[in-house]
């Protein structure tokens, strides 16, 4: 059984930091490329940031120089770290493996900024 599940959300102030956490399982996780999703109040959910199956990573321009991505495929687990947090950053952020024309997605963990 595929399973994304997220953890290490929460709220923070401004300027803060947060890891998240999503740990893969059920699937050949070395395999699939990963990525971080995010859906705000109201928004429509966008890609935050994505890696690769051999490390290439990808950001969406809000959050370059303050979010990096990463993976350790003997963990199973990609991570999502996230510097000088703004309260435009509050979402639910989703975790997605995709491999060729198959998707699975995470049930998300709430991130707020506010202080």
């Known amino acids: 059984q595929v399973q994304l599940v997220e953890s290490g959300g929460g709220l923070v102030q401004p300027g803060g930091s947060l890891r998240l956490s999503c740990a893969a399982s059920?699937?050949?996780?070395?395999?699939?490329?990963m990525s971080w999703y995010r859906q705000g109040p109201g928004k429509q959910r966008e890609l935050v940031a994505g890696i690769t199956s051999v490390g290439g990573t990808n950001y969406a321009d809000s959050v370059k120089g303050r979010f990096t991505i990463s993976r350790d495929n003997a963990k199973n687990t990609v991570y999502l770290q996230m510097n000088n947090l703004k309260p435009e950053d509050t979402a639910v952020y989703y975790c997605?493996?995709?491999?060729?024309?198959?998707?699975?997605w995470g049930q998300g963990t709430q991130v707020t900024v506010s202080s």
């Open positions: 997605k493996a995709r491999r060729q024309w198959t998707d699975y």
């Open positions: 059920g699937f050949t996780f070395s395999s699939y490329s």
